[in-house]
């Protein structure tokens, strides 16, 4: 593999993917046009084939804007992106196409043939990415090790494996599920803050000193959570450790960027929705 390039631009491969898939998909696409009869989705009936494409786009569409929203804001900051979409897969702008919106495409343009698309796109992908890969890992090292470890590259499922990732300098990561947690909860939480400072206290990059250092204390909170794991929710949770007073300023920032939110970070809001669902187990810390 070619050394690690020292510089990464935002789009990566982007570019050069998109010319393969487009160049790949034509002996695909092709017969479509020329012989529409044969390539019609035989024996499932066209109701099922068109609902079928509507949810596979329904999905695809809002995963890709949240990766491309989420990288347009974070490439520039230089940040390892772990949440939101990037925690359903490493490359969820290309995932989404070969997963989601290609399929979702060819049913409901009625051509079985196409389905086999998504295939040379991910081949053309896992050969190209390895690029990208090399710099993130050159990058961000451990923290991108244990990400890659976790997370897998192109299928938005999650590894339900809970084999704790190993460092380079040996040690292990123990609380590998509990850290994605606290970090979900703490980013979550931070984009609620931000989402109510802007609306509230016409801040537009930085937050005003007082959302800052509510910010600051929520994060002290998730940081010495005693849950962990099982972590639910903070404002679900059973162990009441914040101030009354800020917590009262937390739950007025919730009310506000809850509804918000759903339209900023779709994913975040849905992980946000399990989160608060689960049940808490309380246990010593390691
Ligand atoms: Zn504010």
């Given at each position: 593999m070619d050394a690690p390039e020292n510089t990464m631009t935002q789009t990566g491969v982007g570019p050069r993917w998109v010319l393969v898939s487009l160049l790949s998909c034509i002996p695909f696409m092709a017969p479509r046009l020329l012989w529409p009869e044969a390539v019609k989705i035989p024996f499932v009936p066209r109701a099922v084939v068109v609902s079928i494409s509507v949810v596979l786009l329904a999905i695809g569409i809002p995963l890709c804007l949240a990766a491309v929203m989420r990288l347009a804001r974070g490439f520039p900051r230089g940040e390892l992106f772990t949440s939101g979409a990037y925690a359903l897969c490493r490359h969820p702008i290309y995932g989404s196409w070969i997963v989601f919106i290609v399929p979702g495409l060819v049913l409901f343009a009625d051509n079985w043939v196409g389905l086999l698309a998504p295939i040379p796109m991910y081949v053309a992908l896992r050969l190209m990415v390895r690029t990208e890969e090399a710099w993130l890992e050159s990058t961000f090292g451990d923290a991108y090790r244990d990400y890659r470890a976790r997370?897998?590259?192109?299928?938005?499922?999650?590894?339900?494996?809970?084999t704790p990732s190993r460092m380079t300098d040996g040690?292990?990561?123990?609380a590998v599920t509990s850290e994605r947690r606290a970090r979900r909860e703490m980013e979550t939480v931070g984009a609620m803050i931000a989402i109510y400072c802007r609306g509230?206290?016409?801040?537009?990059?930085e937050l005003c000193a007082d959302c800052l250092a509510l910010r600051k204390y929520t994060q002290q909170r998730v940081e010495h959570?005693?849950?962990?794991?099982?972590?639910?929710?903070c404002v679900n949770?059973?162990?009441?450790?914040?101030?009354p007073a800020m917590r009262e300023q937390v739950r007025t920032a919730m009310r506000y960027s809850g509804p918000r939110m759903v339209w900023r970070h779709p994913v975040l809001s849905l992980f946000h929705l399990f989160d608060g669902r689960r049940k808490a187990r309380i246990r010593p810390r390691p």
């Open positions: 997370v897998r590259p192109v299928l938005p499922i999650p590894r339900f494996r809970r040690t292990c990561s123990m509230n206290h016409g801040a537009e990059r959570c005693p849950l962990l794991t099982d972590k639910p929710t949770c059973p162990v009441h450790c914040y101030k």
